[in-house]
């Protein structure tokens, strides 16, 4: 009895900062008993994505996901295509991460930037690339392909065009498919950054380096 | 003979350079429809089905095409926030305009200006954002979506004023569908700026070049 009292007392401290690590003051999670047959089969999408598998994703509580949820039938088409652009178009795990990141530079968003820089790394992506886009400079440490995708998106975020030299470079190296896929998946992460913003979405920072606030994200 | 050889000379001394340096800055060339892969060709029935009726040659759909899978669930979601959310097409249509603003694409502000107009939208609504000036005759409702749209993308933050009249006015899911809509017409303003897609000139207000598009 006084052990229970001892691990409810211990749940009563812990709550309250899980609650404040999670805020739900916007966008409060649904239980499932109260969930419409569309928010259940979205709720099925999410939890049947490959990101299931790869741990940390899939989770119908977590900011986006519980932003996608008030309107299941976008969430749906969301999660499908997230599906196809982060596990379906044939492109290396570093390069998809690094298009997630430079995507997260441009929304300064740290919670796509705490989720994506880790699986970057992970994916092969020397870490210093990740470090120089979060303080502002041109990663000094790109290999070829990676370039072609900074380049790409950098000047679509930064410059509203994108110059003969990086196109011609870009379609040699990814075919318009790719150049399609690429830009399709960084703006996918500018939906993501968008319902995290709505929703006040947090996550507790690890120890990647830290996105700096700058005035301009991607040096000329 | 004299004749023909002279046109032949005519034609590849002028017309074929020119054709040659039309081809070489083109992006995103048609594909003939013989060539068209089955994802290709379930995107381009998708493309000129229903309420769009859209040219599958027409940027952005042309980059699309490029990737018929990611094309496939761009244009369902696409249906969806403009056609299906239940939203007036006067706000869907604003809402279009401010990501038009944001990303400063004249495709996008050409084509939506006049559908926001015709949806009753006061012209001067898009005149005044076009400007970079916050609208002065916005209607109760219109006021609400401006001050979403433009906190996300100029603050990256929204006020607990603006999400709390958000939120009375168009519940969790009005904001979900108007916050997608814009950020929609995100991957649409990155397709059109990667094709360098050129805008015919219309009479609509044209989209200033602004430092800051949206006035704190």
Not at chain 1, 71 to 94: C, H, Q, V
Not at chain 2, 54 to 61: E, H, S, V, Y
Not at chain 2, 144 to 161: N, V
Not at chain 2, 198 to 211: C, I, M, S, V, W
């Given at each position: 009895?006084?052990?229970?009292?001892?691990?409810?007392?211990?749940?009563?401290?812990?709550?309250?900062?899980?609650?404040?690590?999670?805020?739900?003051?916007?966008?409060?999670?649904?239980?499932?008993?109260?969930?419409?047959?569309?928010?259940?089969?979205?709720?099925?999408?999410?939890?049947?994505?490959?990101?299931?598998?790869?741990?940390?994703?899939?989770?119908?509580?977590?900011?986006?996901?519980?932003?996608?949820?008030?309107?299941?039938?976008?969430?749906?088409?969301?999660?499908?295509?997230?599906?196809?652009?982060?596990?379906?178009?044939?492109?290396?795990?570093?390069?998809?991460?690094?298009?997630?990141?430079?995507?997260?530079?441009?929304?300064?968003?740290?919670?796509?930037?705490?989720?994506?820089?880790?699986?970057?790394?992970?994916?092969?992506?020397?870490?210093?690339?990740?470090?120089?886009?979060?303080?502002?400079?041109?990663?000094?440490?790109?290999?070829?392909?990676?370039?072609?995708?900074?380049?790409?998106?950098?000047?679509?975020?930064?410059?509203?065009?994108?110059?003969?030299?990086?196109?011609?470079?870009?379609?040699?190296?990814?075919?318009?498919?790719?150049?399609?896929?690429?830009?399709?998946?960084?703006?996918?992460?500018?939906?993501?950054?968008?319902?995290?913003?709505?929703?006040?979405?947090?996550?507790?920072?690890?120890?990647?380096?830290?996105?700096?606030?700058?005035?301009?994200?991607?040096?000329? | 003979?004299?004749?023909?050889?002279?046109?032949?000379?005519?034609?590849?001394?002028?017309?074929?350079?020119?054709?040659?340096?039309?081809?070489?800055?083109?992006?995103?060339?048609?594909?003939?429809?013989?060539?068209?892969?089955?994802?290709?060709?379930?995107?381009?029935?998708?493309?000129?089905?229903?309420?769009?009726?859209?040219?599958?040659?027409?940027?952005?759909?042309?980059?699309?095409?490029?990737?018929?899978?990611?094309?496939?669930?761009?244009?369902?979601?696409?249906?969806?926030?403009?056609?299906?959310?239940?939203l007036d097409?006067?706000l869907?249509?604003?809402?279009?305009?401010?990501?038009?603003?944001?990303?400063?694409?004249?495709?996008?502000?050409?084509?939506?200006?006049?559908?926001?107009?015709?949806?009753?939208?006061?012209?001067?609504?898009?005149?005044?954002?076009?400007?970079?000036?916050?609208?002065?005759?916005?209607k109760e409702d219109e006021a609400i979506i401006y001050d979403l749209?433009?906190?996300?993308?100029?603050?990256?933050?929204?006020?607990?004023?603006t999400y709390a009249k958000a939120r009375a006015k168009y519940g969790e899911k009005g904001i979900?569908?108007i916050?997608?809509?814009?950020?929609?017409?995100?991957?649409?303003?990155?397709?059109?700026?990667?094709?360098?897609?050129?805008?015919?000139?219309?009479?609509?207000?044209?989209?200033?070049?602004?430092?800051?598009?949206?006035?704190?």
């Amino acid at each position: 009895m006084r052990k229970t009292l001892a691990i409810a007392l211990l749940a009563a401290i812990a709550a309250p900062s899980l609650l404040s690590a999670a805020d739900n003051t916007r966008f409060p999670p649904i239980p499932p008993d109260r969930m419409t047959a569309k928010q259940k089969e979205f709720t099925k999408a999410l939890t049947d994505s490959p990101r299931s598998a790869n741990g940390g994703g899939g989770n119908i509580n977590n900011p986006p996901f519980k932003v996608y949820l008030r309107s299941p039938e976008f969430g749906t088409y969301a999660i499908k295509m997230s599906d196809y652009l982060r596990f379906d178009t044939g492109l290396d795990n570093r390069l998809t991460e690094l298009a997630i990141i430079i995507a997260a530079r441009n929304w300064d968003n740290d919670y796509i930037w705490t989720a994506h820089y880790g699986a970057a790394v992970k994916g092969g992506l020397d870490p210093s690339v990740g470090a120089d886009i979060a303080a502002g400079r041109r990663p000094s440490k790109m290999k070829e392909d990676e370039a072609i995708v900074y380049d790409l998106l950098t000047e679509i975020y930064r410059d509203r065009k994108v110059s003969d030299a990086t196109f011609a470079k870009a379609v040699g190296k990814y075919g318009e498919k790719g150049i399609m896929d690429i830009i399709g998946l960084a703006s996918y992460y500018g939906n993501t950054a968008m319902a995290l913003i709505v929703s006040n979405g947090t996550r507790p920072a690890g120890n990647e380096p830290k996105l700096q606030k700058l005035t301009q994200n991607f040096p000329k | 003979m004299k004749k023909f050889m002279t046109a032949a000379l005519l034609a590849a001394a002028f017309a074929i350079p020119g054709a040659l340096i039309a081809a070489e800055t083109q992006r995103f060339a048609p594909v003939d429809p013989k060539a068209y892969s089955p994802a290709q060709q379930e995107f381009a029935k998708l493309m000129t089905a229903g309420p769009r009726a859209g040219t599958i040659t027409n940027a952005p759909f042309k980059v699309y095409f490029a990737s018929p899978e990611f094309g496939l669930e761009a244009i369902k979601m696409s249906n969806y926030l403009r056609w299906g959310t239940g939203l007036d097409a006067r706000l869907s249509e604003l809402a279009i305009i401010i990501a038009a603003r944001h990303w400063t694409s004249d495709y996008i502000w050409h084509a939506h200006y006049p559908l926001a107009v015709k949806g009753g939208l006061d012209p001067s609504v898009g005149a005044d954002i076009a400007a970079g000036k916050r609208p002065s005759k916005m209607k109760e409702d219109e006021a609400i979506i401006y001050d979403l749209l433009t906190e996300i993308y100029r603050d990256h933050d929204i006020s607990d004023a603006t999400y709390a009249k958000a939120r009375a006015k168009y519940g969790e899911k009005g904001i979900t569908d108007i916050q997608a809509l814009a950020s929609y017409y995100g991957v649409t303003a990155m397709a059109l700026i990667t094709a360098r897609e050129k805008t015919a000139p219309g009479d609509e207000p044209k989209l200033q070049r602004l430092a800051q598009v949206f006035p704190k």
